[in-house]
């Protein structure tokens, strides 16, 4: 397992957050909702950090953890100009059963967030692994389209005018197990590879003013994997456009590793310019830092977490096509990566205590190194208008 160095700076920056992230990290153990620490008056929020740069921010949310814990809801409300529903817009959530709807967590987020003036970005329409089962073993029998259109329609046709952007078809990259790039899914089993287009077609009839995206992971390190995965969305993007189909923007999960090496900075820079030249927007949609050493001190792990962040971002916002930030959540206490939905890597520890710091915020909703390395971050970012990015995004 690679450790990566720490330099001078990073031990001394590492000190002085120690008595901090430390106090929040313990306090978190008694589970109550403690306060936020309070962030300095001074520093900006990552919403207008972002907005003074032309960018917005947000994170991956659900609406239950907001309703039960008022401290994770005063964060949202201060650092999020948007936010993704971490489940709630899945398949499987909305129709768990055949003809069963479950909107309400989706309407009351929206609510929520129109409330506070706040976007809601759409995910996702299609995502293999969030097909209910009912669907997956129906679209193999039938192979009948109407099952996926019924789907885009019933959903865009309640939330279309509410959600201005939506993860179409989230990781349909596999360079691995897939067939020529493409993972092999129920809908690529159906209906070909190109239920891609299909797709896409199907959520422009029905959302004819949203942005339209292709959401995936995989593009950020430098080793063959990532490599091959950069070439076959680029691929499949080209393929996409040449075809005539309706595509704004591409997702780029960012669900960094601190166990997979030094990040590709110039092939990742290259891609996004190839992505940008295609006409597309760009958007860091699901961001977070996996560690690779849970045994280094508090504030030794926060650090690599924040210097991580901050390496990625400074790649991605220099790329004018770049819309916006999203976090795949804000506070380690909900993090994918600490609550067995992720490899196991980091899940020894009992049941609901996180283990994994890669979120802006710990446990206890203090902000943690990476928070400022973010705040940092996009305060660097070059000062583009949101229109100056729009048009960077369809000027090939
Ligand atoms: O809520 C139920 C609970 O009642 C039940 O006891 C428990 C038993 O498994 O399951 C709970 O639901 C889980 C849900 O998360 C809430 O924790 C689901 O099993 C679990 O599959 C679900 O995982 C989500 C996963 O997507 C699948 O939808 C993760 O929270 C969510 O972070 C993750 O997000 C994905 C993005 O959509 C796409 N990119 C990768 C990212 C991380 O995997």
Redesign the pocket.
């Given at each position: 397992m690679r450790t990566p160095g720490v330099d001078r700076r990073t031990l001394l920056a590492a000190a002085l957050v120690a008595p901090i992230t430390a106090r929040f990290d313990s306090a978190h153990a008694t589970g109550s909702d403690l306060r936020a620490a309070p962030v300095p008056r001074r520093s900006p929020s990552l919403a207008q950090a972002a907005k003074a740069r032309g960018l917005y921010f947000g994170a991956?949310v659900r609406m239950d953890q907001i309703t039960d814990e008022p401290s994770l809801r005063s964060a949202v409300l201060r650092d999020c100009a948007a936010l993704t529903p971490?489940?709630h817009l899945?398949w499987n959530s909305l129709e768990w059963r055949r003809g069963e709807f479950n909107f309400s967590p989706v309407d009351q987020l929206l609510d929520f967030a129109e409330a506070h003036a706040l976007h809601v970005r759409g995910?996702?329409l299609i995502?293999e692994?969030?097909t209910p089962d009912w669907a997956r073993a129906d679209i193999m029998k039938r192979r009948d389209w109407t099952l996926v259109s019924n789907h885009f329609e019933r959903v865009l046709g309640r939330y279309a005018g509410r959600v201005a952007e939506w993860d179409v078809v989230?990781?349909p990259i596999d360079t691995q197990t897939g067939a020529q790039g493409l993972r092999r899914t129920v809908f690529q089993q159906a209906f070909g590879a190109t239920y891609i287009e299909r797709a896409l077609e199907e959520a422009r009839s029905n959302a004819p003013h949203a942005r339209l995206l292709i959401n995936d992971?995989g593009f950020d390190y430098d080793n063959p994997v990532d490599g091959d995965r950069r070439s076959a969305l680029l691929a499949l993007v080209r393929r996409v456009r040449r075809a005539g189909a309706p595509l704004d923007g591409v997702g780029l999960?960012a669900?960094l590793d601190l166990d997979k090496g030094p990040l590709a900075a110039s092939a990742l820079a290259g891609f996004l310019q190839a992505l940008a030249d295609e006409g597309l927007s760009l958007t860091v949609t699901?961001l977070d830092v996996k560690e690779a050493d849970v045994r280094a001190p508090l504030a030794v792990r926060d650090q690599r977490v924040a210097d991580e962040a901050r390496r990625y971002l400074d790649i991605a916002l220099a790329q004018p096509a770049m819309r916006g930030v999203v976090t795949?959540g804000l506070t380690d206490r909900h993090s994918?990566l600490s609550?067995g939905?992720g490899d196991g890597r980091l899940n020894a520890g009992p049941a609901r205590n996180p283990t994994n710091r890669g979120l802006p915020y710990d446990a206890a909703l203090a902000p943690k190194p990476m928070y400022w390395a973010m705040t940092e971050a996009l305060t660097s970012a070059s000062p583009l208008t949101a229109s100056a990015r729009a048009r960077a995004a369809v000027s090939a």
């Open positions: 991956a971490e489940i899945k995910h996702t995502w692994r969030s989230n990781e992971y999960q669900h699901e795949w994918w609550q939905d």
